[in-house]
């Protein structure tokens, strides 16, 4: 299969890395030193699975050199959604599917009014990845799993292929013909984690048995899940203990990768992460108060970031 990796940062260098040792035809889209790595000495996966390197690895910074794909995997940032769903415009056919694999629970709406809702496929992944050096992903948690679905429910076929796509690398895959309770029970996990991450700028092991972060943890979750409900989303109703159980059994030296992006003085996904439930929770009259407070904390550091990025 012909595959475009929208987006070479910890995920998509990840499983773009997997689904090109598995023999398909993968296009890495990249950028700066880390594009000009790939190019002269291939993607190197640093793997607590076992490393491997792709070599010779085809990557661009622009998607007008490829061919059309049958499948983009996009994994950009969610602050360039809109601009990276214009960029691939040339290689999407009618018959190209785009799976998301971004964070955040507005993904599909934004990318849908671009690209056209009938190309897009739902995910969700629980994978740690990100880039250690220009050319080299590193991929510290023992779980990779991924939820694939049709926004509309559908088992179609397309989706069972993709599906059989990503269960050839490995990952553990499941199909379900409910994502957007999917993409909403992964967030309540992503949002709270990376909220308390931003904050105390430590380890999931470093903070997860101090009694204080961790009721905070769990409120943010309650938080997250109360938005959810607000909106008709159905989640579990013991969505937060199984959340907080997850978390409990992740490798305490994980970091979010909205965590690392603070911790840099980076651009950050404070806007799809955090911001999205104060804005959601004030539109729906849900109180949110931590994540209204980490928001408030948060966003100084965002602005000075995108300031110095102009």
Not at 270 to 280: A, H, K, P, T
Not at 299 to 304: E, R, V
Request: charge should be negative.
């Amino acid at each position: 299969m012909k595959i475009a990796i929208m987006g070479t940062g910890g995920v998509g260098g990840y499983y773009g890395g997997m689904l090109a040792r598995s023999g398909h035809d993968v296009t890495f889209i990249a950028r700066g030193a880390h594009l000009k790595a790939i190019c002269e000495k291939g993607l190197q996966i640093k793997s607590v699975y076992g490393d491997f390197l792709v070599s010779p690895a085809r990557a661009t910074d622009n998607p007008k050199e490829i061919e059309p794909v049958d499948l983009v995997l996009f994994t950009i940032k969610t602050y360039h959604t809109e601009e990276a769903a214009r960029l691939i415009m040339p290689i999407v056919e009618p018959d190209t599917s785009v799976l998301s694999f971004q964070n955040g629970v507005d993904s599909l709406k934004r990318t849908g009014a671009i690209l056209g809702d009938e190309h897009l496929l739902g995910g969700a992944t629980w994978v740690s990845a990100a880039i250690e050096s220009p050319g080299v992903i590193r991929q510290y948690s023992k779980f990779r799993r991924i939820k694939l679905g049709e926004p509309d429910g559908r088992m179609s076929q397309r989706l069972q292929a993709v599906g059989k796509l990503f269960e050839d690398t490995g990952a553990t895959v499941e199909t379900v013909d409910n994502i957007s309770e999917v993409i909403w029970a992964k967030f309540v996990f992503i949002a709270s984690v990376s909220t308390l991450g931003a904050l105390t700028r430590v380890t999931f092991g470093e903070y997860k048995d101090v009694p204080e972060s961790r009721e905070i943890l769990r409120e943010a979750m309650r938080e997250v899940a109360a938005v959810a409900d607000a909106k008709g989303v159905m989640l579990d109703p013991d969505i937060v203990d199984k959340t907080l159980a997850f978390f409990d059994e992740s490798a305490p030296g994980i970091k979010p990768s909205m965590q690392r992006d603070v911790e840099a003085g980076g651009i950050s996904e404070l806007e799809s992460i955090i911001g999205v439930v104060v804005r959601l929770g004030k539109e729906l009259g849900v109180p949110t108060p931590v994540m209204k407070i980490a928001y408030a904390a948060l966003k100084p550091g965002l602005l000075n970031a995108q300031q110095l990025a102009t």
